[in-house]
């Protein structure tokens, strides 16, 4: 049900362009433009894009070395580590995939005790990207990888972001904004943690999923390694609008999706196989598995299973994720699958003007 796409502007205040010239016979090359938006004592923000003028890649790896000791303190869009001077910036899950030509963005604030130099040469995928350097002069002010702050946002929140793909990792925790669907409003994600966060939104209450805000990680475990997964939540949502609060689950490469509804409210509902006058007709009812008692829907959406866990509202509580997963094997809905992302946060339809959605706590630990 998620669709992740890049759709990032670049603020070009620094800008490298990097082009390769290859045989015919090679299948890669690229071109690269690192743009400096702002410096400060002590630090800089930089946007990276890169275009691809190879085959269709299906992930990524672009790698540079800094020439002065920057280092890199936060990204977004991107798996970023850093080995002494050299910095690799990998694809997240939802933007490995790069069509010949087309592009990718991400970003990142770093330090600089010295001299902000440029990285004048990137390899990607191994394929170099060399070319020159055209200076400009970027702005002194610390960054906002966001808009202002919009009222109703904490004082104390750590992040604080509009965009579309925004993304922020905090305690192995990684929170996405993901406005994915069409007709969508307005929406700002905030944060103290990974685990503390929440969104102020205002959607049209038209039909159709607009966003999923959600934190969670990322296991890529097989159901049979994993010994015990278990969650708890406490949320504060609005008493008015189209949503639901709900767990999703991906696995197999999204092959399949779990969903787990702790709360359902106004014009939503699960896909299921059959539908009646009330609505999706549940394939079984009142099953009580994981600490709670559920309906359980099962369909599809496309090239996906969907199987959807839906209990009567309730705003905190604990569950046992693993006897779910466990219980759809018992019962052959599928089989020994790789766990991939496990997310939770508010799946949103509507909302009765400008709604605040608060995660006041969560966990989520596995073995």
Known sequence: MRKRTL??????????????????SAAAGCRVAYAVSSQWPGGFGANVTITNLGDPLTSWALVWTYANGQTVTQAWNTALTQSGAQVTARNAGYNGSVATNGTVSFGFNGAATGTNSVPTAFTLNGTACTG?????????TPPTTTPPPTTGVPSDAAWVDSGQWASWTNNGYTLYNNIWGSGA???????????NWG???????TSGVKSYPN????????LSSLSSVTSSFNVSVPSDGDYTTAYDIWANNHAYEVMLWTNQHGAVGPIAESYDANGAVPTVRN?????HTWNVYRGSNGANAVFSFVRTNTNAGTIDVLAIMNWLRTNNWWGDVTVGELQFGFELTGTAGQSAFTTNSFSLSYS
């Open 7 to 24: 759709a990032l502007s670049l603020a070009a205040a620094t800008a490298i362009t990097a082009a390769v010239a290859l045989p015919a």
């Open 132 to 140: 020159s350097v055209t200076p400009t002069t970027p702005t002194t």
């Open 185 to 195: 409003g307005t929406q700002t994600i905030w944060a103290r943690s990974g685990t």
């Open 199 to 205: 969104v102020l939104a205002n959607h049209p209450r």
């Open 215 to 222: 934190t969670g990680k990322t296991l890529n475990r097989t």
């Open 287 to 291: 099953l009580s598995v994981g600490g």
